[in-house]
């Protein structure tokens, strides 16, 4: 009984030494993250063109003065979401297309760097670190490039958003992936069938609702990244809503329906793609 106390008190003893240095390495690194931040902070303030406390007051000025115009000129705005339209469906149609293009691709290197399922399993490293590199690059950086190289327009935009989605969803389709029931994929190879058949008929059933339904979650994503991608002259409403902005006083009416259209876009398209992503996941609406 004494040894049962003695070894008890003991691992009290360590379990009580774990839990202060946990503590302490906690202490350590909390107070590094507050002073790198007081210094970011200050060197940003020594930056700035004005002081951040001084300008906080007047946070709200820029929003309230394209409100104001937007209510004096509010008649306007039904004439302005039609004059925005078209390219509000540009935008919706980058989305699309990039959202596309990126599941496809995904796809297949999902199914290649997928453990159990790979066709070459010794390239798994490559393909998977081939999916961190297009998910590494932000797509306005990929934009400017082939802006640069094939000028502004949607095409741009397109196969950035495309290049990065493709990352995204890779990842996340092999992860789907990996959770599937080998037995039909066992059974197809049992009888001869090739590759592509085993993923066709035992992979692709088990794990398309799950594939599609991040591919709409995606497709709200790149809806927002296209609108985006339009302040580098990628096409799309993006570029209107920065020639608005460019503007200044007399055209925030415009900013205003922009801003509108893109928030009722957004809305409809999270709802529709929502109800579809329950339907397929869970097999009814939400």
């Known amino acids: 009984m004494a040894d049962i106390g003695i070894g008890a008190a003991a691992v009290s003893s360590r379990y009580m030494a774990q839990v202060q240095r946990k503590r302490l390495y906690s ?32 946070i709200f000025d820029f929003p309230a003065e394209v409100l104001h115009e937007a209510v004096r000129n509010h008649a306007n705005l039904p004439a302005l979401f039609a004059q925005f339209l078209p390219s509000l469906i540009e935008t919706v149609n980058i989305a699309a297309v990039a959202t596309l ?59 950035a958003i495309a290049f990065h989605t493709t990352g995204a969803l890779g990842k996340l389709f092999s992860e789907v992936a990996e959770n599937t029931d080998l037995k039909p994929v066992e059974g197809l190879a049992s009888v001869g069938a090739s590759w592509p058949q085993k993923m066709w008929l035992g992979v692709i059933p088990q794990v398309a609702p799950n594939w599609l339904s991040y591919a709409l979650l995606r497709f709200e994503i790149n809806i927002r990244a296209s609108s985006i991608l339009g302040f580098v002259g990628a096409g799309g409403i993006g570029y209107d809503l920065k020639t608005a902005m460019q503007w200044g006083q007399g055209k925030y009416d415009q900013v205003i329906a922009i801003f509108l259209l893109l928030f009722l876009t957004i809305v409809l398209v999270d709802q529709v793609s929502d109800h579809f992503r329950n339907r397929l996941v869970k097999g009814r609406p939400a």
């Open 27 to 58: 202490g350590i690194l909390l107070t590094l993250f507050v002073l790198l931040m007081a210094a970011g902070f200050n060197l940003a303030e020594n930056r700035n063109a004005g002081g951040f406390l001084n300008g906080i007051t007047h």
């Open 101 to 159: 293009l990126g599941a496809l691709m995904a796809v297949m290197l999902a199914l290649l760097s997928t453990r159990g399922l790979a066709r070459y399993p010794r390239l798994i490293p490559v393909f998977r670190r081939t999916m961190d590199a297009m998910r590494a690059i932000p797509e306005i950086v990929i934009a400017l490039v082939l802006i640069f190289i094939l000028g502004g327009g949607p095409v741009p935009a397109m196969i």
